[in-house]
């Protein structure tokens, strides 16, 4: 073993000693967290913990490679590092256990996760970036396992882009792309599909991406024979082992107890992929997990003897003990002196973090009290508000629940009476409710001044000289305006470079910009969306392409849990503008045929989903986000692209408004909403509609999230009284999404003298061909008949059958 890490070799020993000294202390800090964490847990204070104890000294050994300006991406393991960065204090690590609502005193999330996630924090108070290079960063970790791997990429592809990508404005995002993607995985998931495609995929980006593995030989119970071919991760990635005749991975393996060892180590691959953007697998093994997985078990069930007498021994705190005494760098006596004093320091910043936590509700506690008394003098069901009170008066340290739950279940004594101190709850109970909902619903979109909704519209402009295209060229052409004008702004995806997207909607534009804003990827659309979001988190604004909205189910999982949550998880302290571009709608074949719209509304919320009819209210919409922060996904209608549409003079300005619908035809018999392809048969049934004598008022949602924010498809109703809403999704998907909205948050109900009713496609997917889509989604008779029958059922003599 080596007596000093490199690091140390132009400092003196007394330095050296110190600096040594200084990462035990945080080690032993960091494990301590850890047991107090867990008893914290078991007695009821916390509802659960999961800790890092075990991977401390690893994690000492890449703080120390870590620079202004990198970023990790990792999981809830990691806050021995959080600690050696400077970015978690212990009164912090023990906020984030008892779910302390305030961002100051929980700044990883307020207490919207569970300790062991971890974030810092990228924006200003007006939502505007901070300076990025002057700060070391973390993205906002998320629990589902692996699921950190696809922004990683993202995060480490940001430095290959600053670094060859002319014209950005890259001041607050990098130093001519030098930042490293620091990622961190417990060896149990590398098992996952988005491990193996991130790794995949950074070796043939060949991006600043170090990745480390820690081992301890588990997941959860399960060893690693049933987890991994040969039972070591390392082993078998070793055909990504970068050589003279290709590239690849440069895999490093070392033990986790070795602090040494592991100091050398991160300091060659810190070298090795911020100067020559070589990604580092980094192979972590021989670790413990002291307290077993989490809070929810003992390891001791499923460990045998030798096992745990092993990870007693290698111990990574243990081994770095053994290992100063015996190279002179402190003695017994004063390790246990700094073990001692750090003991004490743990217990006191849990303590002061518990009476933070209790103390929030204290004042509120003594103000609702004496309502309550009063509340209870002035009613005649006195005993049972009197039992009430007493209980919530017994509650030490009362819970906000607790106010409200207490509060509400009084007043159900009330009904029917009348008196001052009803009013008075009442009014606390309100403002109570206000003040702290926030505290767990705020920010599931963006609350800064770039906000979509703050876009203004900017219609298309014509003039004698514009000619009807093929609706294509419009996108090709606005997104030649973006890229022209927007440096930061790049596209990839499946088929996106070479050939111009499958629609060509791209035609030339890889030829005119490059391979790097304009690229070609691997069929990986997990993959593809965290590219956006580590990018996005780094400054970049990019245009995640999906080539089929069918294909999107297979990003999913990393939409729904890490990008439309990132805004909310952080409290507004990240955002990740990712534009994801798709094509769907009336195709044919069960699996490029899907509209899953209602799912898609369902798992996606702090996304917004774009539904454009044509190719100008699409490049429309990307014109809008480029001037908002927030991400949006775009679903072009896929038989639209060769549809004739005249070519707007002000491309790259115009934008279409987010959240507005539009009004396409007036009329006064029934108004009919709906949304994309499905939009254009609904105006040719309008047309057939005019023939028999009704009027129908046809509405274009434009987007689904946000919905109609303006409540102008109400203004519609009162006019017509008759409400259908037409949707290719299937049946209780996206229609009723939409019926919800116009019934309940418009009460639209009021005006209604019909039933308002839904027509949507089949329960099935679509079956191939053309007689497969007219028999599975709603074709021009189906809407005819709708809405005949709904004028039949109101006026049978002027609509007989």
């Not at 008893?39 to 994690?59: S, W």
């Not at 978690?88 to 569970?114: C, H, V």
């Not at 760098?329 to 009476?355: F, H, N």
């Not at 919530?392 to 009330?414: C, G, H, M, Q």
Request: a negative charge.
């Amino acid at each position: 073993m080596q007596k000093s890490p490199s690091t140390a070799k132009d400092i003196s020993f007394e330095d050296f000693k110190t600096e040594v000294l200084n990462d035990y202390k945080l080690a032993v800090t960091s494990r301590e967290c850890s047991l107090l964490g867990r008893r914290e847990v078991l007695t009821g204070k916390a509802k659960f913990g999961i800790f890092g104890d075990g991977k401390e000294v690893p994690q000492l050994a890449l703080a120390k490679a870590f620079k202004n300006g990198d970023f990790r991406s990792g999981y809830y393991r990691d806050q021995t590092f959080m600690m050696a960065i400077g970015a978690l204090n212990i009164q912090q690590f023990f906020a984030g256990l008892y779910a302390n609502t305030d961002l100051e005193k929980e700044p990883m999330s307020a207490g919207r996760q569970m300790g062991g996630h971890f974030a810092t924090h990228s924006l200003n108070e007006d939502g505007s970036w901070k300076n990025l290079m002057q700060q070391k960063n973390s993205s906002a970790d998320i629990s589902p396992t692996a699921g950190q791997m696809p922004r990683l990429l993202g995060l480490a592809q940001a430095s290959k882009i600053y670094r060859h990508v002319d014209g950005i404005d890259a001041e607050k995002f990098s130093d001519k792309g030098n930042e490293i993607a620091w990622g961190t995985i417990g060896n149990a998931s590398t098992s996952e599909g988005l491990f193996w495609e991130t790794i995949n995929a950074a070796g043939v980006l060949q991006v600043p991406m170090v990745m480390s593995v820690w081992d301890d030989e588990y997941g959860i119970s399960v060893h690693a024979r049933h987890q991994t071919t040969k039972e070591n991760i390392s082993t078998i990635l070793s055909g990504f082992q970068r050589d003279d005749e290709h590239k690849g991975f440069e895999i490093m393996v070392v033990k986790g107890w070795d602090y040494a060892a592991l100091v050398d180590t991160y300091q060659k691959a810190s070298a090795l992929a911020r100067e020559k953007h070589v990604p580092v697998l980094i192979h972590v093994n021989q670790l413990t997990q002291p307290q077993g997985h989490s809070t929810s078990g003992s390891h001791e069930r499923y460990k045998s003897e030798d096992r745990l007498a092993w990870e007693k021994e290698y111990d990574c705190n243990v081994q770095m003990r053994q290992w100063m005494i015996t190279n002179n760098i402190a003695t017994e006596e004063q390790l246990s002196e700094i073990e001692k004093d750090i003991k004490k320091q743990v217990r006191d910043g849990k303590k002061a973090a518990w009476s933070d936590f209790t103390n929030i509700s204290k004042a509120p506690h003594q103000e609702v009290l004496p309502l309550l008394k009063n509340l209870a003098e002035s009613s005649s069901n006195k005993t049972f508000i009197n039992a009430l009170y007493e209980e919530l008066a017994s509650k030490k340290e009362p819970l906000k629940k607790d106010l409200v739950s207490y509060s509400r279940k009084a007043l159900r004594y009330t009904f029917g009476e009348s008196s001052e101190a009803k009013s008075t709850l009442e009014n606390w109970l309100t403002s109570y409710i206000e003040k702290v909902q926030p505290n767990y619903s705020s920010h599931l979109v963006s609350e800064s001044e770039w906000n979509v909704t703050g876009v203004n519209e900017v219609k298309p402009t014509y003039d004698d000289n514009s000619e009807d295209v093929d609706a294509r060229l419009i996108l090709r052409d606005n997104f030649d305006h973006i890229f022209s004008n927007h440096p930061e702004t790049l596209i990839f995806g499946e088929d996106t470079g070479e050939i111009g997207d499958v629609n060509q909607g791209l035609e030339g534009m890889q030829e005119k910009y490059g391979e790097l804003r304009v690229a070609d990827t691997g069929i990986r659309e997990a993959t593809i969306l965290g590219q956006g979001i580590g990018m996005a988190l780094r400054g970049l604004r990019p245009i995640a392409e999906i080539q089929y909205l069918d294909y999107v189910l297979y990003a999913l999982q990393i939409m729904s849990d890490d990008l439309a949550t990132l805004q909310y998880r952080t409290v507004g302290k990240q955002k990740a503008p990712l534009i994801i571009r798709t094509r769907g709608h009336r195709l044919e074949g069960i699996w490029h045929s899907g509209s899953p719209m209602g799912a898609l509304l369902h798992t996606l919320r702090g996304i917004h989903i774009l539904v454009p009819r044509n190719m100008t209210k699409a490049a429309g919409f990307y014109n809008t986000l480029l001037e908002a922060d927030e991400p949006a996904l775009i679903v072009e209608c896929l038989n639209g692209y060769r549809l004739k549409e005249k070519m707007p003079t002000n491309l790259g300005e115009f934008r279409t408004p987010i959240g507005v619908v539009e009004t396409v035809k007036e009329g006064k018999d029934i108004t009919l909403v709906s949304y994309g392809s499905t939009l254009r048969l609904v105006q040719q049934a309008a047309k057939e509609l005019q023939e028999v004598g009704i009027d129908a008022e046809i509405i274009d949602t434009q987007s689904l999230l946000p919905f109609d924010i303006n409540h102008d498809i109400i203004e519609s109703v009162k006019n017509t009284n008759r409400l259908l809403v037409i949707d290719e999704d299937v049946p209780g998907g996206a229609s009723a999404y939409i019926l919800q909205h116009i019934l309940e948050e418009q009460n639209a109900w009021r005006y209604l003298d019909s039933k308002p009713k839904t027509l949507t496609a089949k329960a099935h997917r679509p079956a191939y061909g053309t007689d497969g889509d007219y028999f599975s989604k709603p074709s021009t008779e189906d809407i005819f008949d709708a809405v005949y029958e709904i004028m039949h059922e109101s006026n049978p003599t002027q609509f007989p059958k």
